[in-house]
């Protein structure tokens, strides 16, 4: 379960394309807004084949939401909630 939203399974799909607490960095690195979930898979092999630089925004967002996360994490800890 995804710690921040509560509302699906925290694997790479709802990180990449569906959580809401990474919807901005999503939106600026990887350029998307998903409403069909049936195609998550495809938008996940289409950006890494880009050559439109796909696996470097891919490692920019991967990076971002790894400190926001742990930003979170860390205020998780630090309220005792
Ligand atoms: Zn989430």
Redo the contacts with the bound molecule.
Sequence with gaps: M???????V?DEI??LF?????ADISLKYLGTVVIDETTLEQQCVSLLASEDNGALNLAKFVFCAGQRRQSHTAGVMATGI
């Excluded at 995804?2 to 699906?8: A, I, M, V």
């Excluded at 569906?18 to 990474?22: A, I, L, T």
């Design positions: 995804c710690p921040f939203c509560l509302e699906s925290e709802h990180v569906v959580c809401p607490v990474y």
